[in-house]
Nanobody
Framework: QVQLVESGGGLVQAGGSLRLSCAASGFTLDYYAIDWFRQAPGKEREGVSCISTSDGRTYSVDSVKGRFTMSRDSAKNTVYLQMNSLKPEDTAVYYC???????????????????WGQGTQVTVSS
């Protein structure tokens, strides 16, 4: 069964850190683009950070650049999102998504991802 499972969310104070995990089963994450999206109440889902497992390139949106870092553990078939200096506006449900890489892109549009996790809640208190 192909699936992505997120974990690591929780409640943290502003300025704190969390590390989210996205574990894949049923397929290997080689040659995939993995993206972390988030959705806050009343807002659209937005892409946050992505990684190409083909070459390790990453990309983050400006609002999290310098605070969030993506990495991958091939042996565990898992991708991580390290989130530092968290802000209340980072509060959202975080989802990971995967699609086979093509065209050399690191990130893809929301509707191009083949696999999605169930989401993990991140709450940052002020």
């Amino acid at each position: 069964q192909v699936q992505l499972v997120e974990s690591g969310g929780g409640l943290v104070q502003a300025g704190g850190s969390l590390r989210l995990s996205c574990a894949a089963s049923g397929f290997t994450l080689d040659y995939y683009a993995i993206d972390w999206f988030r959705q806050a109440p009343g807002k659209e889902r937005e892409g946050v950070s992505c990684i190409s497992t083909s070459d390790g390139r990453t990309y983050s949106v400006d609002s999290v650049k310098g605070r969030f870092t993506m990495s991958r553990d091939s042996a565990k078939n898992t991708v991580y999102l390290q989130m530092n200096s968290l802000k209340p506006e980072d509060t959202a449900v975080y989802y990971c998504a995967a699609v086979p890489t093509r065209s050399g892109s690191v990130c893809y549009a929301f509707d191009e991802y083949d696999f999605w996790g169930q989401g993990t809640q991140v709450t940052v208190s002020s």
